[in-house]
């Protein structure tokens, strides 16, 4: 299945696609907060700061997102991470999650986290298997939703044979 899968890098061209996948994700187990509508509405300004956004793609279907925001200094946030539901347990989300780090590694990145949800337990079970641990942030998160903090720490071996 991964060999049917390309990622591509943000192009105008895919930013609806950002914003459509990202919505239909947060609205099926969340609210959509003031946040993700200025991340989304603005992808650009994503990448204005540093950061980038990728795309899995299916032939001609955009199947799958992921952002890296840069928050200054080489610290990265892990955002906007989405598969649509046909794709989800395909290793779409591996792929993906393999590039962004790939990518904050490239940009000399020093830190990565991000921001999740306990009820989404495979999330977490991807997160954990990449080397993302625990963490208590020092401030409040700007998401409602966030009650699970994660830090990367290296890229566990087995996660790379098991994508």
């Given at each position: 299945m991964n060999a049917d899968i390309q990622l591509l890098p943000f192009s105008p061209a895919l930013a609806a696609d950002f914003r459509r996948l990202n919505l239909a994700w947060i609205e099926t187990?969340?609210?959509v907060e003031a946040t993700d509508v200025e991340q989304l509405s603005h992808p650009?300004?994503?990448?204005a700061n540093g950061g980038e956004i990728w795309f899995a793609m299916a032939a001609d279907e955009t199947?799958?997102?992921g952002a890296l925001v840069h928050c200054g200094g080489g610290d990265y946030e892990l955002a906007k991470m989405a598969v649509t539901p046909a794709f989800q347990g395909r290793g779409v989300g591996a792929l993906l999650l393999g590039k962004l780090i790939e990518r904050f590694q490239a940009l000399g990145g020093t830190r990565l986290h991000l921001e999740t949800?306990?009820?989404l337990e495979s999330a977490i079970r991807l997160y954990r298997r990449f080397g993302f641990v625990e963490f208590t942030p020092a401030t409040p998160s700007p998401?409602?939703?966030a009650d699970v903090f994660m830090e990367w720490r290296g890229l566990n071996r087995e996660a790379s044979t098991e994508r």
């Open positions: 187990f969340f609210q650009e300004r994503i990448l199947v799958g997102t949800n306990s009820g998401y409602v939703r």
